[in-house]
């Protein structure tokens, strides 16, 4: 009887990958290679970035290597200093374009957004909590449309970004519950959902409700909508 091959379940066929790869959009080829970068092994990576860049003009310099707070604060500074704003003329061909500063600026708040995830789980709560919270202001300064650090076409606001509000919310509830009075806590967990993710609300606040502690609650089930529209009174 003929053997059967086995068949690797992680096995990617590499053909089929980059014929794939030719059809994305040049936001996610970015994000891709984003997200690749922390996966390769140094040595690997070494011999990639060499083939376009100068390796000596990418060694690390210490001063954020392995400091979220001081990563996000970096990149914070660099945002509203103007240095991922690049914008072109729009016309009817190109206004669903995102430029290339836009697209990194995005990969690279996505990134910190995983980070933050991660080290939700095991850092200093209040200095995880500090990085969400610069984070979350950068999105509102967008929203805010003010056109000096990313650039849109088209209608242009933090939703472009593309948040992952399912898997950031809950990292961030369990760091604001850590080092949140009750009314504080609820405050901002209606602040941020209405704000950003409304659509979901319900889930969302379910969350929050089950990471707060009995007095966060308490306080969370009082809180009414920034809209006025009806409290919080009787979601238990």
Not at 22 to 28: E, I, N, V
Not at 77 to 87: C, N, Q, T, V
Not at 138 to 146: N, P, V, Y
Not at 158 to 167: A, L
């Amino acid at each position: 009887m003929a053997k059967v091959p086995t068949v690797r379940p992680n096995r990617i066929d590499r053909d089929k990958l980059r014929a794939a790869i030719r059809k994305m959009g040049d936001r996610y080829v970015f994000e891709m290679l984003y997200e690749a970068i922390d996966l390769l092994p140094g040595a690997k990576l070494t011999k990639l970035v060499s083939r376009y860049f100068d390796p000596a003009q990418l060694r690390p310099d210490g001063k954020t290597k392995g400091n979220l707070l001081a990563e996000v604060k970096a990149f914070e500074k660099a945002s509203l200093g103007g240095d991922y704003y690049e914008g072109f003329n729009v016309n009817s061909k190109n206004y669903m374009e995102m430029s290339e500063g836009t697209q990194a600026w995005i990969a690279e708040c996505e990134r910190l957004f995983d980070c933050c995830v991660a080290q939700a789980k095991k850092g200093d709560p209040a200095q995880v909590r500090e990085a969400f919270d610069i984070l979350f202001a950068l999105l509102d300064h967008i929203d805010e449309g003010l056109e000096d650090v990313i650039f849109f076409a088209d209608e242009g606001g933090s939703w472009q970004v593309g948040v992952d509000w399912s898997k950031v919310l809950p990292a961030w509830l369990t760091c604001l519950s850590a080092t949140a009075e009750p009314e504080e806590y609820a405050r901002r967990v209606i602040e941020i959902v209405e704000k950003h993710d409304n659509y979901r609300r319900d889930k969302h606040l379910a969350v929050a409700r089950k990471i707060a502690t009995e007095a966060q609650r308490k306080a969370l089930r009082g809180m009414p909508r920034t809209s006025g529209q009806r409290t919080m009174k009787g979601l238990h």
